[in-house]
């Protein structure tokens, strides 16, 4: 989305992506808020998402049933619509904007003087091994090497809940919805084609960013169902 706002203002830029491709295994993301697609509308697009998701007049907000046909607004209603896709529009989007992105490519380091930022790459790019610019910004998630390189803190608290998150196939129909728990909340509901399920699981353990196997995800399904 940055990219792409700096596109439009006539400022060139560049997109240093690990993934090689914008296909994803899972989605976290399960739709997009009213205000989120208003800003998606000011910039023409957002019809794109509009036309893949699934609108809802109600949004929750701490098991509470909020209607929002009444709101003021174009887009009165809570999109459902998974990151998987929202990330492909975008990408579309993007590379119509002519922006280039480097796939498969990893930043590894920089290094800045008074004009520039020398930004390192572990596979060569447009002739080389690093890539020189006015800006380097870091989107790269709460563990940024960009934002730990320079200096930044993300000061904080340690978590206290940990869930799980996880799409699969069920052999008999599970109980849909949510069940509320002492730490805070189970959810089981449909995916998009009908067939697969989205689960929400609170853990016991907090994860450091290792994958959870299936029969992990079985054991907690049984806790807390």
Request: glycine share 8%; charged share 25%.
């Amino acid at each position: 989305m940055l990219a792409a706002e700096l596109a439009l203002a006539q400022i060139d830029v560049a997109i240093v992506e690990r993934r090689q491709n914008q296909a994803l295994e899972g989605s976290r993301s399960r739709g997009l808020l009213s205000r989120t697609i208003e800003i998606l509308d000011q910039r023409g697009i957002a019809e794109r998402f509009v036309a893949e998701g699934q609108r809802h007049p109600a949004v929750g907000f701490a098991q509470t049933r909020l209607d929002l046909s009444d709101f003021p607004t174009r887009h009165n209603y809570l999109l459902g619509i998974s990151q998987s896709r929202t990330e492909q529009i975008l990408a579309d989007w993007v590379s119509e904007l002519a922006v280039p992105i480097y796939r498969g490519c990893e930043v590894s380091g920089f290094a800045q003087d008074d004009t520039s930022v020398e930004v390192e790459v572990e596979v060569e790019v447009a002739g080389g091994r690093s890539l020189r610019a006015q800006y380097l910004v870091g989107c790269d998630g709460g563990r940024s090497l960009i934002r730990k390189q320079a200096g930044i803190d993300f000061p904080g608290w340690n978590p206290s809940v940990s869930y799980l998150i996880a799409e699969a196939s069920m052999t008999e129909e599970p109980p849909w919805g949510i069940r509320r728990a002492e730490k805070g909340v189970n959810a089981i509901g449909k995916l998009e084609d009908g067939k697969r399920v989205a689960v929400v699981l609170i853990e016991d353990q907090i994860r450091q960013g290792d994958q959870p196997t299936l029969s992990e995800l079985r054991t907690a399904l049984i806790a807390a169902y």
